[in-house]
């Protein structure tokens, strides 16, 4: 107990601050030091999360890839910056020839979805190292110092700080060390101080609830599996994005093919336009003709202008994909789309069964729901924990030292101990019964979840079979159609030029043929 007591007029008021400067100087230093230090924790932060995702890949996959969520502002000060070097990018647009791998890799590099996927992954990894730190030595040091004054005048001053650790362990038992240094000196009335040193250990062990690995680890078991679905996540989702980006390139080539498809079509009905007016100039073609001629040739035109300002737009939605400037040019290589034609169909020969099974062993996010089906089994288990009844073993032990503090000269008999056992009877388990309840309603959703994934995926794998055997059969019906068509089109040319046919069998003939040329290409795109 402190005893106060009061002060001396004209007594002279030492000042514990200057005494304690070493102190205080050294708790400045730290909280610079700390602030200083964000790039450092920062790399930390990323070694750790990098190091979980690079082990959980492996673990997956047999392999690791390359994996950062830096992007080309990553290196730079947030108040660098500023809004207008974003407007001033996105008018900085340039002529772009690019391939359809140059596409895949300037999209992984900038599209917006992707990188927001990679920071989710990368969340969810970091997650797990708060879950891991729990049952790590968690070191603390701690450090103070204060002046008071009390309502009679009486003041005093304090510093001192304690350094220790708590660890959590899977057994369920937590530990604790700390070593305290505590100064205290009265300014006023006796000039006295006093210093107390303190060395602790305490221990807690439950014996029946929240006792045994599974209970105890469940967060952390849960947090790594969270990243086990966010890397398949992931994955499936570059899968998916790499389809998307394909998909999205031989879209705009099969709309290339059917603009250069109308194009020539639309010469042929000019052709046709000036043959007819100059045999009207001769005599020997009516108003009629001429003007139906004139109409057609002008809806191909309108067609043509239509399908170039599509594809312009369809070409924007991919410079965003891409995540480059909607001003750039883009210039899309052909060669995939001509070596596709040249190659037809790809076939594709594998059964409902063998294609379901594989689904079953390779399909990430069915793997997911499965391994999810398995976690509403295990989480039964640790609710059903929790209704038990709260029996603790707990210990501690202290020692101190008065005056200058020798850590290796305590006394051990003055050792303070003390043990004991603590039992809490489940007499109101409200809560917990709720929780355990909840847990088997949601094992059963779980499992109607899990039952409904593979009927779907069963579904989707015969829809998706049976839509490649119609495409097949619609390229194959459309390649006679062109063949047939082609053929007509040679036909009546040469019938209207000896004058055996109108112009008129000569438009339909043309229309026909740009129809069959148009539904080839989306056939065999449709295919792929």
């Known amino acids: 107990m402190v005893h106060r007591s009061s002060r001396l007029p004209g007594d002279p008021i030492p000042s514990l601050w200057k005494r304690s400067y070493p102190v205080l100087w050294s708790l400045l230093f730290v909280l610079v030091l700390t602030g200083c230090q964000a790039s450092w924790h920062r790399k930390k932060a990323d070694k750790d999360a990098y190091r979980i995702i690079s082990e959980v890949e492996n673990q997956i996959f047999g392999r690791t890839n390359s994996f950062t969520i830096d992007t080309r502002f990553s290196s730079r000060s947030p108040k660098e910056i500023d809004s207008l070097e974003l407007i001033e990018e996105s008018l900085s647009g340039e002529k772009l020839h690019l391939t359809l791998n140059d596409c895949l890799d300037i999209a992984v590099k900038n599209n917006r979805t992707y990188q927001t996927q990679k920071e989710s992954l990368f969340l969810t990894a970091l997650n797990l190292t708060a879950a891991e730190r729990n049952f790590q030595d968690n070191w603390f040091l701690r450090m103070f110092g204060r002046n008071s004054r009390s ?32 100064l205290l000196k009265f300014y006023t009335g006796d000039p006295r101080r006093s210093a107390i040193s303190t060395i602790s250990f305490n221990l807690a062990q439950p014996l029946l609830r929240g006792v045994g690995r599974r209970a105890v680890i469940e967060n952390l078991t849960q947090a790594e599996r969270n990243v086990i679905y966010a890397v398949r996540d992931y994955t499936q989702f570059q899968k998916e994005f790499s389809v998307g980006i394909v998909e999205q390139y031989f879209r705009l080539l099969q709309s290339k093919d059917i603009i250069r498809n109308t194009y020539t079509n639309y010469l042929q009905r000019l052709d046709a336009t000036r043959r007819l007016i100059a045999h009207q100039e001769a005599g020997n073609e009516s108003v009629v003709n001429v003007g139906q001629a004139q109409q057609a040739e002008l809806d191909v035109k309108n067609s043509y202008v239509n399908l170039v300002a599509n594809y312009q737009t369809s070409l924007d939605s991919l410079k965003i994909q891409l995540g480059i400037p909607v001003s750039s040019q883009l210039i899309l290589d052909d060669s995939p789309f001509q070596d596709l034609k040249s190659a037809g169909l790809m076939e594709f020969v594998m059964t409902s069964e063998q294609a379901f099974a594989l689904a079953i062993e390779k399909n990430l996010p069915l793997m997911n729901e499965i391994d999810r089906f398995e976690d509403s089994k295990r989480k039964i288990v640790v609710a059903a924990n929790q209704l038990m009844a709260d029996l603790n073993l707990a210990a501690d032990a202290s020692i101190n030292s008065d005056g200058p503090t020798d850590y290796t000269d305590f006394n051990i008999d003055n050792v303070r101990w003390n043990y004991g056992i603590e039992l809490n009877l489940p007499i109101d388990r409200l809560r917990e019964r709720n929780a355990y ?38 390229y194959e019906i459309e390649l006679v159609g062109l063949e047939i068509a082609n053929d007509r ?40």
């Open 151 to 182: 309502g009679s005048g009486d003041r005093t001053g304090a510093a001192g700080g304690d350094l220790g650790f708590n660890q959590a362990f899977a057994t369920g038992a937590s530990l604790g060390m700390n070593i305290a240094n505590d």
């Open 437 to 474: 309840r909840s847990t088997i309603i949601n094992f059963e959703a779980a499992l109607r979840r899990l039952s409904l994934q593979l009927d779907t995926k069963r579904q989707e794998i015969e829809v998706g079979l049976r839509t490649l055997r119609q495409r097949k059969r619609n």
């Open 489 to 528: 089109v040679t036909s009546v040319s040469l019938f209207v030029e000896a004058g055996r046919s109108q112009e008129r069998d000569l438009r339909e003939a043309l229309n026909s043929q740009v129809a069959s040329q148009n539904s080839v290409t989306r056939a065999l795109v449709d295919y792929l």
